[in-house]
């Protein structure tokens, strides 16, 4: 044993008392180890302590700034000592002489100070508690797992002592039945009613002897009076002896499914799981295909025979009955091949027609393989899963399955080994995998997070499966680590309730929606438009002279163009857009989201024109023509009735005007309609004519010792119309954006722009900045910076001479496409101005990150700095605030619609000093412009100088 040499006159007596104390130190059962109280060096320790820190016989001792991982843990027991005058029970980590973190020990420290010959020491005394420290710490962490789990879980679970006093209530049991765990733990349950007391006192005395239920239908009341059926499934409480502590009970409301039961009279041949019904006198009644199935016998082969030809062992009777076992057991059939399989057997009896039993069966044999292979790593949590008719699953992180509960495979035919590391999205189906990832991605979001979803999950036999899941994000949980799924099988549900809204909402011909289901869709449609402040489109349609057709050829011939005329209709709208038919030849559809009357006409126009193409029929090429009637919201009403109501009296106006067209509620809007109409045509040919042309706006810097001087020429298009003259922007610019014309219009103005500043410079003329507006379609629909390239390689202009005006709803959408383009022109070395600023997107994130040069406040604010800015100071506060926002970002800033002295005067005074206005001039000519290029001095705008 290494210990420090003795010193002093008292030596050889102090080495004498110190060997003793090695022997005894040595041979001590617990590990033992000497420290100086003074320096806390250690100076001996036995063959146990150095195990435990990790140091050979001869190696030298670790100092106790190093042993401990805490290195507050020293100071702990120091302070300790000074005030106990010794250490009882201190738990700390040690950290082993070159090991890593995970084999550190726990270890508890007892300290005494005695005397090692002449020196005081610490007598220390370490005792590993390393495994019981991690047996607790696994303890608690599955008992977490399994509450979470609990209160988790989509059914009621809550248990019962033996005095029948509720002891545990989870948060769906509050859901199920209205009471708060509050108001019910330590009380018998208030959702028996009294006529079924006596049920429940044999249900806790089934449970004091150790019997549970599984799958009991029982009568229970909600806390508002209201009757409500459930199944119950109950496993007895056991406590360390072994004797009964009272039961747990995971239960359902099954309300709703008796009532369907009733209403649509359950086919029971279509049930998974056997069926029989036998008389008193053990002869059997009615039988289902899935029990012949199982035993391997036709139904006329079993119907008449006697129960103990199928049954091995005990066969329950009336004169039994008392006795036969609570909820489901397990029984043993005779095949018609001679095997004894085992089923799951549920038996009721009814005392009537003579007592009749009727037996539910499952086959059980996949599921008692499952769970032996299961039983010996997961017993207490398979026994638990076992009795949920729901499927639990555990999620990680990118959907795929860790952990997966035994009722899996009897609802989707998996078992539990085949999901493991397999991906949820992989068994669903591809229409809704998407909005699974969605919502999945949501519950990601937030610990603690739940979210329900409904989709198709593909069942190991290949047939598709609807499944109800509620997730919970636990993936914080380090027991559980992961996303619980709690998964419900409601196929045939889903099959009922489309059944039935198939039969009540939609039309039985062409499978359109009636009009039970376009009034709620209308509704929907309005309350949207509504919140959203958008026009929503209604049309009328109606079959010219379709009489005529059905009593000619008949209604079968009838009916086969209204088929075909359906799928027309379909092809003619847009996603979204709904077609419904109210009966005979009238059909309406509801366009959500119009942004204009002229996106109706477009659609009734291509529908006209589908409709006119020939129909075939028996032989026959028939022709139609169809009359539209179309009303707006909300111009043309606020609800559904008023609005179809409008649609149908415009569509009589278009039969009136001869049929085979289309006409609006105002006559007003047909008009305009039709004008939008003409000057979209007009508007394509002028594109490829000379009807347009180019002024100039110019721009001025103002502020200067040597008087304004001339920025800029902003490019502006008019339209020479050859019947009504010269036409300003306003008049054809709405058109063109609606229609998409706004792009070629704008590649024509950057051109045309780009040319003519490019010929004035060969002239001798110094051209100022050439400023072009680029429209928002431009920006995103093409590719912006090659077309811009393009010109300037036509032209022979320079970059630095090309100015782009974009205004700020252009970052509305696609803000990350948006900024690419910027930064790809602004590297071509044009110069960039955002347009309007103030009255679009103003997000002063992406306003920072934008390559821009320049802001142009919009004139709607300069407008009211004029001689009434005193109606409206807010436009003063946000001009100025616009202004040192710009120069904060080191960019120059541009007021326009200046018209009169004092907002030119108030701009100045708030620092912006670039204008452009009616105050200098109107727009000028392309001649105009080149001489006030060439003498600048000579606008009005130096008045401003």
């Not at 005081?120 to 047996?135: H, M």
């Not at 062992?313 to 043993?332: H, I, M």
Request: proline share 4%; hydrophobic share 40%; aromatic share 6%.
């Amino acid at each position: 044993m290494r210990r420090a040499p003795s010193t002093g006159p008292n030596s050889a007596q102090g080495s004498e008392v110190e060997a003793r104390f090695d022997l005894v130190l040595e041979n001590a059962p617990v590990a033992l180890a000497l420290i100086s109280i003074e320096s806390g060096e250690q100076l001996a320790a036995n063959s146990r302590a150095r195990a435990l820190f990790g140091v050979a016989a001869n190696a030298p001792l670790p100092g106790t700034d190093t042993l401990y991982e805490d290195p507050d843990d020293r100071g702990r027991l120091m302070k300790r000592l000074r005030s106990d005058g010794q250490v009882r029970d201190l738990e700390v980590w040690l950290r082993p002489m070159g090991t890593t973190s995970n084999a550190r020990r726990r270890v508890i420290v007892n300290c005494d100070p005695v005397r090692y010959g002449t020196r005081p020491v610490l007598l220390t005394s370490f005792t590993d508690v390393t495994e019981r420290f991690d047996a607790e710490a696994a303890l608690a962490s599955s008992n977490h797992f399994l509450n979470t789990l609990i209160q988790s879980a989509p059914v009621a679970v809550y248990s019962v002592d033996l005095e029948g006093r509720l002891t545990s209530w989870n948060a769906q049991a509050h859901v199920m039945y209205g009471w708060h765990a509050i108001e019910v733990l330590g009380r018998r349950p208030p959702t028996v009613p009294p006529a079924r007391e006596a049920e429940f006192e044999a249900i806790l005395a089934d449970a004091g002897r150790g019997q549970g239920l599984q799958g009991v239908e029982l009568e229970r009341v909600r806390r508002d009076g209201s009757r409500l059926m459930i199944r119950a499934s109950t496993a007895v409480i056991r406590g360390p002896a072994g004797e009964s502590q009272g039961f747990v009970a995971f239960a359902h409301d099954v309300t709703h499914e008796k009532e369907l039961e009733s209403q649509y009279q359950m086919v029971l041949h279509r049930s998974f799981d056997g069926f029989w019904v036998r008389g008193g006198d053990g002869t059997i009644l009615d039988v289902n295909d899935a029990y012949c199935s199982m035993l391997g016998y036709t139904r006329d082969e079993i119907v008449g025979r006697n129960v103990r030809d199928l049954i091995v062992g005990t066969v329950w009777d009336a004169s039994t009955v008392q006795n036969a076992p609570r909820g489901a057991f397990e029984s043993l059939h005779l095949t018609k091949g001679g095997d004894v399989i085992p089923l799951e057997a549920s038996l009721n009896y009814v005392d009537a027609h003579g007592g009749r039993f009727y037996a539910f069966f499952r086959d059980i044999r996949e599921r008692k393989a499952a769970q032996l292979r299961l039983e010996a790593s997961e017993q207490r949590l398979r026994s638990l899963m076992a009795r949920s008719s729901d499927a639990l699953t555990v999620l990680d992180g990118d959907l795929r399955f860790i952990f997966v509960s035994p009722p899996v495979e009897a609802m989707l035919g998996y078992e539990p080994a085949d999901l493991i590391g397999t991906s949820k999205i992989d068994h669903v189906h591809s229409e809704d995998a998407a909005d699974l990832l969605t919502i999945y991605r949501r519950v990601l979001l937030e610990p603690g997070a739940v979210q329900r979803a409904e989709y198709r999950f593909r069942h190991k036999s290949g047939a598709w499966r609807n499944m109800e899941t509620i997730f919970t994000n636990a993936m914080n949980e380090a027991a559980i680590g992961g996303v619980i799924s709690n998964s419900r099988d409601v196929t045939l549900r889903r099959r009922a309730e489309e059944k039935v809204r198939a039969l009540a909402m939609y039309d039985p011909l062409t499978g359109l929606p009636n009009r039970v289901l376009l009034a709620d869709h209308t509704r929907q449609t309005i309350a949207r438009a509504e919140r959203a402040g958008r026009m929503v489109g209604f049309m009328f349609l109606d079959i010219d002279r379709f009489k005529n057709v059905n009593d000619s050829l008949g209604h079968t011939v009838g009916d086969e163009i209204l088929k075909a005329l359906t799928e027309r209709l379909r092809g003619a709208i847009r996603e979204g857009d709904v077609v419904a038919r109210l009966g005979g030849d009238e059909f309406v559809i509801v366009l959500p989201d119009v942004k204009s009357p002229r996106a109706c006409s477009k659609v009734a126009e291509k529908i006209i024109a589908n409709a006119s193409e020939p129909f075939t029929s028996g032989g026959h090429e028939l022709y139609i023509s169809t009359s539209i009637g179309i009303s707006l919201y909300p111009e043309d009403g606020a609800d559904p009735e008023a609005l179809l109501k409008h649609a149908d009296t415009a569509m009589y106006q278009a039969k009136e005007a001869g049929r085979n067209c289309f006409r609006f509620f105002s006559t007003e809007m047909t008009r305009a309609a039709e004008a939008r109409l003409f000057i979209e045509n007009d508007l394509r040919r002028a594109l490829k004519t000379d009807e347009l042309v180019l002024y100039f706006q110019p721009q001025f810097e103002l502020g200067r010792e040597d008087g304004a001087r001339l920025i800029g020429l902003e490019a502006l298009v008019r339209w020479r119309h050859p019947e009504r003259g010269l036409l300003g922007p306003n008049e054809f610019i709405p058109v063109a954006e609606e229609t998409g014309l706004i792009v070629p219009l704008g590649e024509w103005v950057l051109r045309h722009a780009c040319r003519q500043a490019a010929d004035w410079k060969l002239t001798g003329l110094t051209v100022p900045g050439m400023v072009v507006n680029v429209s928002t379609l431009q920006l995103h629909q093409t590719d912006l910076p090659a077309a811009v390239r393009t010109v300037l390689a036509e032209t022979g202009l320079s970059a630095a001479d090309l100015e782009l005006e974009i205004t700020e709803s252009a970052f509305m959408h696609h803000e990350d496409h948006a900024l690419a383009t910027l930064d790809e022109l602004h590297h071509l070395g044009v110069g960039l101005t955002i347009d309007d600023f103030g009255t679009g997107y103003s997000s002063l994130a992406y306003l920072k990150r934008m390559p821009v040069d320049k802001l142009k406040i919009d004139r709607i604010f300069v407008r009211d700095l004029g001689p009434h800015a005193g109606i409206n100071s807010d436009d003063d506060a946000i001009v100025r605030a616009t202004i040192a926002l710009a120069k904060s970002l080191g960019l120059r800033v541009l007021g326009e619609g200046v018209e009169n002295e004092r907002q030119l005067n108030k701009l100045l005074q708030h620092g912006c000093r670039e204008m452009q206005g009616f105050y200098f001039g109107q727009p000028l000519t392309a001649m105009e412009a080149a001489a006030l290029i060439a003498h600048p001095h000579s606008h009005q705008g130096h008045r401003a100088a």
